[in-house]
């Protein structure tokens, strides 16, 4: 069964830096898609950034381009949302998730992910 779990949420004023963690565990690794989803309260969930099986193709949803990049380290199972300049309207509840599926690009759309973390809480202050 396949197990994700975020760290590296906070709370940190605008401007600021955060970097977000999520380990993988009984998890196929190789071949699939990672993705980093968001959600504030009263809104959908949304993706934000998604990478490949290798790591070297990645997407990232205009509102954070140039601000948040995610990366993966395969050797350690772990997928990561390095996160900066950060905005009162980044404020969400994080989550990591994994497909079953190989895309090329890794999609940013909640249906083709199959496996999800329970989150993790960032809140960016003014």
């Known amino acids: 069964q396949v197990q994700l779990v975020e760290s590296g949420g906070g709370s940190v004023q605008a401007g600021g830096s955060l970097r977000l963690s999520c380990v993988a565990s009984?998890?196929?690794?190789?071949?699939?898609?990672m993705g980093w989803f968001r959600q504030a309260p009263g809104k959908e969930r949304e993706g934000v950034a998604s990478?490949?099986?290798?790591?070297?193709?990645?997407r990232h949803a205009d509102s954070v381009k140039g601000r948040f990049t995610i990366s993966r380290d395969n050797a350690k199972n772990t997928v990561y949302l390095l996160m900066s300049s950060l905005k009162p309207e980044d404020t969400a509840m994080y989550y990591c998730?994994?497909?079953?599926?190989?895309?090329?690009?890794?999609?940013?759309?909640?249906?083709?992910?199959?496996?999800w973390g329970e989150g993790t809480q960032v809140t960016v202050s003014s």
């Open positions: 998730a994994a497909s079953d599926s190989t895309f090329f690009p890794c999609p940013l759309t909640r249906d083709v992910y199959d496996s």
């Open positions: 009984g998890y196929k690794w190789s071949g699939n898609c």
């Open positions: 990478i490949n099986a290798g790591g070297w193709i990645t």
